[in-house]
Protein backbone atom coordinates (compact mmCIF):
# COMPACT_ATOMS: atom_id res chain seq x y z
CA UNK A 1 0.00 0.00 0.00
CA UNK A 2 1.28 3.81 -0.80
CA UNK A 3 1.29 5.86 2.48
CA UNK A 4 -2.47 7.13 1.29
CA UNK A 5 -3.01 3.53 1.46
CA UNK A 6 -2.09 2.36 3.88
CA UNK A 7 -3.79 0.03 6.51
CA UNK A 8 -6.52 1.56 8.46
CA UNK A 9 -9.52 0.73 10.87
CA UNK A 10 -12.64 1.25 9.71
CA UNK A 11 -16.17 0.76 11.35
CA UNK A 12 -19.00 -0.81 9.79
CA UNK A 13 -22.63 0.18 10.78
CA UNK A 14 -25.56 -2.12 9.39
CA UNK A 15 -22.80 -4.65 8.66
CA UNK A 16 -25.18 -7.70 8.79
CA UNK A 17 -26.74 -6.08 5.44
CA UNK A 18 -26.45 -6.70 2.21
CA UNK A 19 -24.19 -3.85 1.23
CA UNK A 20 -22.93 -3.64 4.78
CA UNK A 21 -21.54 -7.30 4.37
CA UNK A 22 -19.72 -6.16 0.79
CA UNK A 23 -17.67 -3.34 2.77
CA UNK A 24 -16.53 -5.45 5.30
CA UNK A 25 -15.35 -7.86 2.33
CA UNK A 26 -13.58 -5.09 0.22
CA UNK A 27 -12.04 -3.89 3.27
CA UNK A 28 -10.82 -7.16 4.42
CA UNK A 29 -9.96 -7.73 0.94
CA UNK A 30 -7.89 -4.35 0.64
CA UNK A 31 -5.60 -5.28 3.70
CA UNK A 32 -8.08 -3.09 6.42
CA UNK A 33 -8.68 -3.64 9.80
CA UNK A 34 -13.08 -4.03 10.34
CA UNK A 35 -14.67 -3.27 13.28
CA UNK A 36 -18.69 -4.14 12.81
CA UNK A 37 -21.39 -3.05 14.25
CA UNK A 38 -24.51 -5.03 14.75
CA UNK A 39 -26.90 -5.08 17.83
CA UNK A 40 -26.58 -9.35 18.03
CA UNK A 41 -23.04 -9.77 18.06
CA UNK A 42 -23.95 -13.52 18.21
CA UNK A 43 -25.60 -13.71 15.05
CA UNK A 44 -23.51 -11.67 13.15
CA UNK A 45 -21.31 -14.56 11.37
CA UNK A 46 -18.65 -12.80 9.82
CA UNK A 47 -15.31 -13.94 8.49
CA UNK A 48 -12.17 -14.68 10.62
CA UNK A 49 -10.50 -11.24 11.31
CA UNK A 50 -13.39 -8.64 11.80
CA UNK A 51 -13.76 -7.61 14.88
CA UNK A 52 -17.40 -7.67 16.49
CA UNK A 53 -18.87 -5.05 18.80
CA UNK A 54 -22.53 -4.44 19.88
CA UNK A 55 -24.12 -1.02 19.55
CA UNK A 56 -27.58 0.37 17.95
CA UNK A 57 -27.42 3.69 15.79
CA UNK A 58 -30.69 4.51 17.63
CA UNK A 59 -28.64 5.14 20.75
CA UNK A 60 -24.98 6.74 20.04
CA UNK A 61 -24.12 6.73 22.90
CA UNK A 62 -23.33 3.19 22.62
CA UNK A 63 -21.13 4.05 19.52
CA UNK A 64 -18.63 5.78 21.53
CA UNK A 65 -16.24 1.92 22.22
CA UNK A 66 -16.88 1.31 18.89
CA UNK A 67 -15.60 4.26 17.45
CA UNK A 68 -12.04 4.02 19.30
CA UNK A 69 -9.37 4.01 16.90
CA UNK A 70 -11.29 4.26 13.56
CA UNK A 71 -10.40 6.58 10.74
CA UNK A 72 -13.74 5.62 9.00
CA UNK A 73 -17.16 5.21 9.56
CA UNK A 74 -19.59 3.74 6.91
CA UNK A 75 -23.13 4.61 8.17
CA UNK A 76 -26.61 3.57 7.00
CA UNK A 77 -30.10 5.62 7.70
CA UNK A 78 -32.39 3.68 9.01
CA UNK A 79 -32.40 1.84 12.08
CA UNK A 80 -33.98 0.22 14.92
CA UNK A 81 -36.34 -2.95 15.01
CA UNK A 82 -38.62 -1.15 12.47
CA UNK A 83 -35.99 0.50 10.39
CA UNK A 84 -37.15 3.96 11.28
CA UNK A 85 -35.19 6.41 9.46
CA UNK A 86 -32.30 7.79 12.24
CA UNK A 87 -32.81 11.21 14.00
CA UNK A 88 -29.48 10.48 15.71
CA UNK A 89 -27.38 11.89 12.84
CA UNK A 90 -25.88 14.85 14.88
CA UNK A 91 -25.08 13.03 18.05
CA UNK A 92 -23.60 10.52 15.75
CA UNK A 93 -21.48 13.05 14.33
CA UNK A 94 -20.57 14.62 17.45
CA UNK A 95 -19.27 11.22 18.71
CA UNK A 96 -16.90 10.77 15.66
CA UNK A 97 -15.49 13.57 15.87
CA UNK A 98 -14.45 13.22 19.32
CA UNK A 99 -12.80 10.00 18.11
CA UNK A 100 -11.13 11.63 15.44
CA UNK A 101 -12.99 9.73 12.56
CA UNK A 102 -11.70 11.27 9.06
CA UNK A 103 -14.12 10.05 6.75
CA UNK A 104 -17.59 8.68 6.43
CA UNK A 105 -19.70 7.17 3.65
CA UNK A 106 -23.70 6.77 3.98
CA UNK A 107 -25.78 4.59 2.33
CA UNK A 108 -27.99 6.51 0.48
CA UNK A 109 -31.80 5.27 1.86
CA UNK A 110 -33.60 6.32 -1.08
CA UNK A 111 -34.67 9.77 -0.36
CA UNK A 112 -34.02 12.84 1.86
CA UNK A 113 -33.03 11.62 5.72
CA UNK A 114 -32.25 13.24 8.69
CA UNK A 115 -28.91 11.40 8.94
CA UNK A 116 -27.99 11.92 5.55
CA UNK A 117 -28.93 15.52 5.74
CA UNK A 118 -26.75 15.94 8.64
CA UNK A 119 -23.82 14.12 7.28
CA UNK A 120 -23.92 16.68 4.23
CA UNK A 121 -23.84 19.12 6.24
CA UNK A 122 -20.74 18.21 8.14
CA UNK A 123 -17.83 20.00 7.13
CA UNK A 124 -15.82 18.35 9.72
CA UNK A 125 -15.14 15.21 8.10
CA UNK A 126 -14.72 13.69 4.44
CA UNK A 127 -17.81 12.56 3.53
CA UNK A 128 -19.05 10.25 0.38
CA UNK A 129 -22.76 10.23 -0.20
CA UNK A 130 -23.51 6.07 -1.88
CA UNK A 131 -26.21 5.80 -3.93
CA UNK A 132 -26.78 2.94 -5.71
CA UNK A 133 -29.55 2.14 -8.46
CA UNK A 134 -31.63 -1.37 -7.84
CA UNK A 135 -29.59 -4.40 -6.78
CA UNK A 136 -28.84 -7.35 -8.59
CA UNK A 137 -29.82 -9.24 -5.36
CA UNK A 138 -32.97 -8.23 -6.02
CA UNK A 139 -33.81 -11.04 -8.38
CA UNK A 140 -33.62 -13.49 -5.67
CA UNK A 141 -36.78 -12.74 -5.16
CA UNK A 142 -37.69 -14.54 -7.90
CA UNK A 143 -36.02 -17.98 -7.15
CA UNK A 144 -39.07 -19.46 -5.34
CA UNK A 145 -40.90 -18.98 -8.75
CA UNK A 146 -38.36 -20.48 -10.54
CA UNK A 147 -37.67 -23.31 -8.97
CA UNK A 148 -41.19 -24.48 -7.92
CA UNK A 149 -42.74 -23.61 -11.40
CA UNK A 150 -40.16 -22.40 -13.70
CA UNK A 151 -41.53 -19.11 -14.36
CA UNK A 152 -41.35 -15.70 -13.48
CA UNK A 153 -44.30 -13.71 -13.06
CA UNK A 154 -43.63 -9.47 -13.49
CA UNK A 155 -45.41 -6.42 -14.43
CA UNK A 156 -43.56 -3.77 -17.07
CA UNK A 157 -41.14 -6.05 -18.54
CA UNK A 158 -39.79 -3.96 -21.27
CA UNK A 159 -38.40 -1.82 -18.29
CA UNK A 160 -34.82 -0.94 -17.88
CA UNK A 161 -32.52 -0.93 -14.99
CA UNK A 162 -28.90 -0.37 -14.70
CA UNK A 163 -28.66 -2.63 -11.73
CA UNK A 164 -25.69 -2.78 -9.97
CA UNK A 165 -23.80 -5.86 -8.35
CA UNK A 166 -23.44 -5.44 -4.48
CA UNK A 167 -20.25 -6.08 -4.40
CA UNK A 168 -19.29 -3.05 -6.48
CA UNK A 169 -21.31 -1.10 -3.92
CA UNK A 170 -18.98 -2.16 -1.29
CA UNK A 171 -16.23 -1.69 -3.49
CA UNK A 172 -16.97 1.95 -3.88
CA UNK A 173 -17.56 2.70 -0.06
CA UNK A 174 -14.21 0.69 0.88
CA UNK A 175 -12.14 3.14 -1.48
CA UNK A 176 -13.98 6.31 -0.09
CA UNK A 177 -13.17 5.34 3.51
CA UNK A 178 -10.03 4.36 3.09
CA UNK A 179 -8.03 7.00 0.30
CA UNK A 180 -8.19 10.70 -0.74
CA UNK A 181 -9.67 12.62 -2.95
CA UNK A 182 -13.64 11.54 -2.43
CA UNK A 183 -14.72 13.94 -0.01
CA UNK A 184 -17.96 16.08 -0.57
CA UNK A 185 -18.91 13.64 -3.49
CA UNK A 186 -22.28 12.57 -4.19
CA UNK A 187 -21.40 8.77 -5.95
CA UNK A 188 -24.34 6.94 -8.25
CA UNK A 189 -23.23 3.58 -8.53
CA UNK A 190 -24.65 1.31 -11.33
CA UNK A 191 -23.85 -1.54 -13.32
CA UNK A 192 -22.49 -1.16 -16.77
CA UNK A 193 -25.37 -2.56 -18.82
CA UNK A 194 -28.80 -1.57 -19.35
CA UNK A 195 -31.18 -4.46 -18.95
CA UNK A 196 -34.74 -5.62 -19.13
CA UNK A 197 -37.27 -8.04 -17.31
CA UNK A 198 -36.67 -10.39 -20.19
CA UNK A 199 -32.56 -10.20 -20.36
CA UNK A 200 -32.47 -10.80 -16.33
CA UNK A 201 -34.25 -13.86 -17.00
CA UNK A 202 -32.60 -15.38 -19.89
CA UNK A 203 -29.49 -14.34 -17.84
CA UNK A 204 -30.70 -16.65 -15.04
CA UNK A 205 -31.33 -19.40 -16.95
CA UNK A 206 -28.43 -19.23 -18.91
CA UNK A 207 -26.60 -19.66 -15.27
CA UNK A 208 -29.02 -22.29 -13.85
CA UNK A 209 -28.92 -24.31 -17.38
CA UNK A 210 -32.91 -24.50 -17.53
CA UNK A 211 -35.45 -22.47 -19.52
CA UNK A 212 -37.46 -19.74 -17.68
CA UNK A 213 -40.80 -18.88 -18.85
CA UNK A 214 -41.41 -14.96 -18.32
CA UNK A 215 -45.19 -14.29 -17.65
CA UNK A 216 -46.30 -10.56 -17.85
CA UNK A 217 -48.53 -9.29 -15.84
CA UNK A 218 -51.32 -6.35 -16.09
CA UNK A 219 -51.12 -3.47 -13.07
CA UNK A 220 -54.04 -5.11 -11.48
CA UNK A 221 -52.47 -8.37 -11.42
CA UNK A 222 -49.40 -7.35 -9.94
CA UNK A 223 -50.97 -5.28 -7.12
CA UNK A 224 -53.17 -8.89 -6.31
CA UNK A 225 -49.60 -10.97 -6.27
CA UNK A 226 -47.95 -7.79 -4.07
CA UNK A 227 -50.98 -8.35 -1.52
CA UNK A 228 -50.98 -12.03 -1.73
CA UNK A 229 -47.27 -11.69 -0.52
CA UNK A 230 -47.82 -9.35 2.24
CA UNK A 231 -46.72 -6.48 0.77
CA UNK A 232 -48.15 -3.10 2.85
CA UNK A 233 -49.78 -0.39 0.05
CA UNK A 234 -47.13 1.95 0.55
CA UNK A 235 -44.79 -0.66 -0.60
CA UNK A 236 -47.15 -1.27 -3.46
CA UNK A 237 -47.23 2.27 -4.73
CA UNK A 238 -43.65 2.12 -4.75
CA UNK A 239 -43.38 -0.53 -6.98
CA UNK A 240 -45.68 0.70 -9.55
CA UNK A 241 -43.88 4.07 -9.40
CA UNK A 242 -40.46 2.48 -9.44
CA UNK A 243 -41.27 -0.20 -12.16
CA UNK A 244 -43.85 1.53 -14.17
CA UNK A 245 -41.79 4.96 -14.18
CA UNK A 246 -38.42 4.14 -13.66
CA UNK A 247 -36.48 7.28 -12.63
CA UNK A 248 -34.07 8.16 -15.27
CA UNK A 249 -31.01 7.61 -12.57
CA UNK A 250 -32.05 3.88 -12.43
CA UNK A 251 -31.90 3.61 -16.25
CA UNK A 252 -28.50 4.97 -17.14
CA UNK A 253 -25.34 3.51 -16.83
CA UNK A 254 -22.42 5.24 -15.09
CA UNK A 255 -19.17 4.51 -14.82
CA UNK A 256 -18.57 5.43 -11.22
CA UNK A 257 -17.10 2.13 -10.38
CA UNK A 258 -14.41 2.29 -12.53
CA UNK A 259 -13.32 5.68 -11.66
CA UNK A 260 -13.70 5.15 -8.16
CA UNK A 261 -12.06 1.62 -7.98
CA UNK A 262 -9.92 1.27 -11.21
CA UNK A 263 -11.61 -1.75 -12.46
CA UNK A 264 -15.32 -2.56 -14.81
CA UNK A 265 -18.20 -2.79 -13.07
CA UNK A 266 -19.31 -6.78 -12.43
CA UNK A 267 -22.28 -7.49 -14.97
CA UNK A 268 -25.67 -9.42 -13.85
CA UNK A 269 -23.88 -12.11 -15.86
CA UNK A 270 -21.21 -12.80 -13.35
CA UNK A 271 -23.91 -12.03 -10.61
CA UNK A 272 -26.29 -15.05 -11.71
CA UNK A 273 -23.28 -17.33 -12.29
CA UNK A 274 -22.50 -16.71 -8.61
CA UNK A 275 -26.13 -17.57 -7.25
CA UNK A 276 -27.09 -20.35 -9.80
CA UNK A 277 -27.83 -22.56 -6.80
CA UNK A 278 -30.58 -20.26 -5.89
CA UNK A 279 -32.72 -20.76 -9.24
CA UNK A 280 -32.34 -25.08 -9.12
CA UNK A 281 -34.63 -27.09 -7.42
CA UNK A 282 -32.76 -29.41 -4.48
Sequence with gaps: MT???????????????????????ELLARGHAVRALTRDPAKADFPPGVEVVRGDLTEPDS?????????????????????????????????AHAAGVRRVTVLHGGGGTPLEDAVRADDGVDWTVVM?????????????????????????????????????????????????????????????????????????????????????????QAVAQWRAAGHPEDVIGFLLEAYGNTPEIGRTVVDTVEKVTGRPARAFGQWAAEHAAAFKAG
Design 3 to 25: QTQQAQKILVTGATGTVGRQVVA
Design 63 to 95: LVPALEGVTGVHLITFGGAYFAPLETGPRILEL
Design 132 to 220: PVEFMGNALEWADGIVTSGEVREPFVSRLSAMVHEGDIGAVAAVALTEEGHGGQQYVITGPELLTVADKVATIAEARGQEIALVELTEE
